[in-house]
């Protein structure tokens, strides 16, 4: 029998943002905000002495980091994450832990007040795509991919 370990943690970050989109165009324009539920996942196989994929501090304190970079921001002005759409920020954050880590498999970003999720998943290449999960309060559901308009 073949074992895999992954690892998790998740944090939540709380940031405003304006988005030019064609659904809800004028509310979105605006400057709103969103409390993001965020999670994190690597895996890998355990180190042999410690027993350890990472150290749960050292994985917390990378988090801590990027949650610092989004957390009461006005993602707009936050460089490298583009229109703050999910697939963005799911990106965004997998670049940031990605260069600590190198075995970030996945990152699911939710806003449980509306409904949405998005997560991206890395592939065996460890390239990475984003999927919209769903979209109850909108009543959307699709993939983020195939429409990004839908996950805004």
């Known amino acids: 029998m073949t074992r895999s370990f992954e690892l998790s943690q998740k944090f939540y970050f709380e940031a405003a943002h304006s988005l030019e989109r064609e659904v809800d165009a004028e509310a979105s324009r605006r400057i709103h905000g969103h409390t993001y539920h965020v ?38 002005d936050v460089e490298d994450i583009g229109p ?18 190198g075995r970030v498999t996945q990152v699911a970003i939710e806003r449980p007040a509306s409904g949405d999720k998005c997560v991206l998943r890395s592939t ?18 699709g993939s983020c991919r195939s429409d990004p308009k839908v996950c805004a």
């Not at 065996?124 to 559901?141: N, Y």
């Open 39 to 76: 999670e994190v996942s690597i895996a890998g196989d355990p180190d042999p002495e410690t027993g350890m994929l990472v150290d749960l501090g050292v994985f917390r304190r990378e988090i801590a980091r990027v949650r610092d970079l989004l957390d009461h921001r006005f993602l707009d």
């Open 84 to 101: 703050a759409t999910l697939e963005n920020l799911c990106t965004y954050i997998f670049d940031q832990l990605g260069d600590a880590f």
């Open 124 to 141: 065996a290449d460890q390239s990475a795509e984003a999927f919209l999960v769903g979209s109850v309060a909108a009543g959307v559901t």
